[in-house]
């Protein structure tokens, strides 16, 4: 029985993430393979192949993206961006949503987003426990009035094992402990529960000191 079981968590580790894998990978092409519905019947792949390949619509999707992005990064492209973005604000509804939803894209894909920045080690949710949090920047606005941005960290806190969840915490710089991890080594640190160590290191290491987060 000691070694069926053994033998049955061996294959659960190997197989659980193949399957779940390829079963993102198989909703990702599936979602995408609906680009395809935008062409005109008579130039579906499949009326002129006269077979489903899957992924064709991702081939789409890319080209799309890809000529959008050529086409914004000229001078008259860029233009009529800016023409979009305004009229968009002029919309009552749109623009609450848009507006929001367009700060978050550019927080997180352009290459002048503050969106993880570092991993640090911080005390949360009270003083002696501690976790990953991930640097955003510093406050601002008026937040800034109350808690300068010089002495101050802005910190998104994932939730485990699930990091699209978390809190938004503002913390003292002194508090928190810059860690030698890419944030990727951070977030599969966060994903597996502490399973997974970056480095491959064994056991607990012991915290530093003094602080080690330089300014912002």
């Not at 019947?41 to 999707?61: D, N, S, T, Y």
Request: aromatic share 8%.
């Amino acid at each position: 029985m000691a070694a069926l079981r053994k033998w049955l968590l061996a294959g659960l580790l190997v197989l659980v993430p193949l399957i779940i894998t390829l079963w993102v990978l198989d909703w990702v092409v599936s979602t995408l393979d609906q680009t395809l519905n935008i062409l005109p019947e008579a130039w579906q792949p499949e009326r002129w192949l006269g077979m489903h390949i899957p992924g064709l619509g991702v081939l789409l999707a890319l080209a799309i993206v890809l000529t959008i992005g050529a086409l914004a990064s000229n001078f008259v492209g860029n233009r009529l961006v800016n023409w979009w973005h305004a009229l968009l604000h002029r919309i009552p509804v749109v623009r609450s949503i848009y507006s929001g939803v367009k700060q978050v894209s550019d927080t997180l894909l352009s290459d002048k987003g503050n969106a993880f920045r570092k991993a640090l080690l911080v005390q949360w949710p009270r003083e002696g426990l501690w976790t990953i949090g991930f640097l955003t920047g510093a406050p601002g606005g008026d937040v800034a009035r109350h808690l300068p941005a010089q002495d101050y960290l802005s910190l998104y806190v994932p939730t485990t094992p699930n990091p699209t969840g978390g809190y938004f915490v503002m913390v003292h710089k002194r508090d928190c402990i810059e860690l030698a991890m890419s944030v990727d080594e951070a977030l599969t640190y966060v994903i597996s529960m502490g399973v997974i160590v970056p480095g491959g290191a064994k056991g607990a290491a012991s915290a530093p000191a003094a602080p080690a987060v330089g300014p912002v």
